[in-house]
C-alpha cells in the first residue's frame, strides 16, 4: 500500500466521504488514488478559498471533520484568509497539502516552504510526515484532534515522495470515537444555581458553542427557569443562533461597541455567558470595558481559554454545555423558591410584551420603506423572511444588509440553520453554502452575499455548477465596501465623515454578476422588486439547480 492509500484508508474508516480541493504537482497522487475510489466524492473547486470554505460548512453542519488538499506553499496560501475563519469558529476542519520530494528539499526546490511553520498560529495541531509509516497515525491525530473541544482545524503536509511509497504492515485502525460530554463539576454547579437563582435581574449572553453542542434546547429550559432574556454574540462572533429567534425571551444580539454595550447590561445584575467569546470586539471606544462593574458572571463553556479570560468571575464550569446547562437547570428548579420562581415568570411575560412592541417597529419600518427603490436592505430582508421555509438554512455573509433582520422578525424557525461569518475574512460565505449543501442535502440553503465579499470567492459558482449542487445566492449588491464606510464614522476619521471615500466603491465600471454568474455556469438575474425577490426565492428553494439573484440596493 502506498502513502496516499493509507491516508484514505484512514479517512475512509473516520467516516470521510468528500475532499474538497484544487489539485497541483504534488497533490497528484492523491487525484490519481480517487479515480477508482467510490468511497469518496472530490469536490472541485478553482481557488483555495472557496475551497476551504466549502471544508468549513461541510463541517460545521456535519458534525464531521471537512476534508481539504491544496497545493503546497502556493495553495495554502490562497487558503490562510479561509483558515483563519476556521480557527475563529472552531471548526474541525483537516488541511493537508503536498510537499516536495525530500530527495529535492536540500536544492531548495520551486514551491517548497515552511508550511507547518506557516499555519501554526491558525491550527490546533500541525505536521509534517516524514516517513510513510507515519501516515496512519498522523492522520489519526488530526482528525481526533480536530474533533476534541475545543474543536479547531489542523495541517498534515504529505511530501510527494511519501505519498508513492509503499508500505506493508500497516495500522490502519480508524480514529477513536470518544463520548466527549464531560459534564462541569457539581460543586461548581451548585454555586453557579445559587448565584443566579438569588439574581434580581438576570440575563443570559449566549454564543455558537451552544448550538454547535447541541445544547439550546438546554438553553431554552434554563432561560424559563429564570425568566432571563438572551442575548446572542455581536456580530463580529455571531456565527450561529443560540437560541429559539421567535422565543419571547430572545433579545437578538449585542451591539458591536462597547457603550452600547454597557447600556444593555447596565440594569442586570448577573450574566449566564454560555459557549460565547466574551466579548470579541471590533475597534476601539471609550469605556474600553463593555461589561459594567457591577456585573457578576456565571461561564460555562467548553473552550477553557475563554473561562475568565477578559473579565474576572463568580463562578467558572469547564465542560460540556448540552449536559451541564441540563444539569444547571434541575439545580435551579431545587433552588428557586416559590416567590424566585413567580418573579421569574414575571419577567418572562414583560419580555415577551417588550418583544412584541419590538417585532411591531419593525413591521412599522418594513412598511415605511417598501416602495422605496433600489430596495432598501430592510425591505430586502422582509422579502426574505416572507417566504424563507421552516427548514432553510440561511448562510450569511453580508453584515451591513442583514442587519440580524431574520432573528428580529423571528424567520428562523430553526436556529441550528444558520451559519454567520465569525473570522471575516471574505470570501467565506458561498464556499460555505456548497459544503453545507452536501451534508445537507434535504434542506434549502440560501447565501446571503455582499457584492464585495461574493468577489473574493466567486469562482465557487463555477463549483456549483460543476456538481449541481442546488444553492440559491443573493448578491446584496449596494456596490461598495459599506462596512468600511460606517467604521470610519464611527473611528471617526475627517475625511470619511465628510462623505469621501477612497478605494470603498465597486463602480467605474460595476461588476455585472448576471453576466459573471453565467459565465460560470450558474443561472442568474437582477431583481428590483420585493414581491419578485419573494416568488424567485420560492421557486430556487425548492428547485434542484444553482441560482443566482442579483438585488441592487440603495446606497
Not at 2 to 22: D, K, P, R, W
Not at 168 to 178: C, I, K, R, V
Amino acid at each position: 500500500m502506498t502513502g496516499i492509500e493509507a491516508f484514505l484508508e484512514v479517512l475512509a474508516g473516520a467516516g470521510v466521504q468528500y475532499i474538497f480541493g484544487n489539485p497541483g504537482t504534488t497533490e497528484l497522487p492523491l487525484n490519481d488514488a480517487l479515480v477508482h475510489d467510490r468511497r469518496f466524492q472530490y469536490i472541485f473547486g478553482l481557488h483555495e478559498i472557496p475551497v476551504l470554505a466549502m471544508a468549513d460548512g461541510y463541517a460545521l453542519a456535519s458534525g464531521g471533520v471537512g476534508v481539504a488538499n491544496v497545493h503546497i506553499c502556493c495553495g495554502l496560501g490562497n487558503a490562510m484568509g479561509m483558515l483563519y475563519n476556521a480557527y475563529c469558529s472552531g471548526s474541525p476542519v483537516l488541511l493537508t497539502a503536498g510537499q516536495q520530494d525530500r530527495r529535492l528539499r536540500f536544492e531548495e526546490p520551486v514551491l517548497a516552504g515552511d508550511m507547518v511553520s506557516v499555519v501554526r498560529p491558525w491550527t490546533k495541531w500541525a505536521a509534517e510526515v516524514q516517513r510513510v509509516e507515519e501516515v496512519p497515525t498522523a492522520v489519526r491525530r488530526a482528525i481526533q484532534t480536530a474533533r476534541t473541544p475545543p474543536t479547531g482545524p489542523v495541517f498534515l503536509a504529505l511530501p510527494v515522495d511519501v505519498q508513492m511509497e509503499q508500505c506493508a504492515g500497516l495500522d490502519l485502525a480508524p480514529p477513536s470515537q470518544m463520548d466527549r460530554r464531560v459534564r462541569p463539576p457539581l460543586d461548581t454547579l451548585y454555586r453557579a444555581a445559587a448565584v443566579l437563582a438569588q439574581a434580581k435581574a438576570p440575563a443570559i449572553l449566549a454564543g455558537s458553542r451552544v448550538t454547535e453542542c447541541d445544547a439550546i434546547r438546554e438553553l431554552t429550559a434554563v432561560a424559563e427557569r429564570l425568566g432571563a432574556p438572551v442575548f446572542a454574540e455581536q456580530a463580529t462572533a455571531h456565527g450561529r443562533v443560540p437560541f429559539p429567534t421567535e422565543h419571547p425571551l430572545y433579545s437578538e444580539s449585542l451591539p458591536l461597541w462597547s457603550p452600547d454595550v454597557r447600556r444593555i447590561l447596565a440594569d442586570f445584575d448577573v450574566l449566564l455567558v454560555a459557549g460565547m467569546n466574551l466579548l470579541r470586539s471590533y475597534i476601539y471606544h471609550e469605556p474600553s470595558r463593555p461589561i459594567p462593574e457591577h456585573v457578576r458572571l456565571v461561564q460555562m463553556d467548553n473552550d477553557p481559554w475563554q473561562i475568565a479570560k477578559n473579565y474576572p468571575i463568580e463562578v467558572g464550569l469547564l465542560g460540556d454545555l448540552k449536559v451541564g446547562l441540563a444539569e444547571l437547570e434541575q439545580l435551579l428548579a431545587n433552588a428557586l423558591s416559590g416567590t424566585q420562581a413567580a418573579v421569574a415568570r414575571s419577567r418572562l411575560e414583560r419580555c415577551a410584551a417588550a418583544r412584541r412592541a419590538t417585532q411591531e417597529t419593525w413591521k412599522q419600518k418594513i412598511a415605511a420603506e417598501y416602495q422605496r427603490r433600489p430596495l432598501t436592505p430592510l425591505t430586502l430582508m422582509a422579502a426574505v423572511a416572507k417566504v424563507l421555509p421552516a427548514n432553510a438554512v440561511v448562510v450569511e455573509e453580508a453584515v451591513t444588509t442583514t442587519n440580524g433582520m431574520l432573528e428580529r422578525l423571528g424567520a428562523l424557525k430553526d436556529p441550528k440553520g444558520y451559519f454567520g461569518h465569525r473570522g471575516w475574512a471574505l470570501g467565506w460565505g458561498l464556499g460555505c453554502a456548497l459544503g453545507v449543501k452536501l451534508a445537507w442535502p434535504e434542506r434549502p440553503v440560501l447565501a446571503l452575499l455582499g457584492d464585495g465579499a461574493a468577489l473574493y470567492g466567486i469562482q465557487g459558482l463555477w463549483t456549483a455548477a460543476h456538481h449541481r449542487l442546488p444553492v440559491t445566492f443573493v448578491i446584496c449588491n449596494n456596490a461598495q465596501y459599506q462596512i468600511l464606510k460606517h467604521c470610519g464614522d464611527v473611528m471617526p476619521l475627517p475625511n470619511m465623515a465628510a462623505k469621501q471615500y477612497l478605494a470603498m466603491d465597486l463602480v467605474q465600471p460595476e461588476i455585472d454578476f448576471v453576466a459573471l454568474s453565467r459565465s460560470l455556469g450558474v443561472e442568474a438575474r437582477r431583481i428590483t422588486e420585493p414581491d419578485e425577490l419573494s416568488e424567485c426565492l420560492r421557486e430556487g428553494m425548492s428547485g434542484d439547480k444553482p441560482l443566482l439573484f442579483d438585488v441592487p440596493l440603495a446606497r
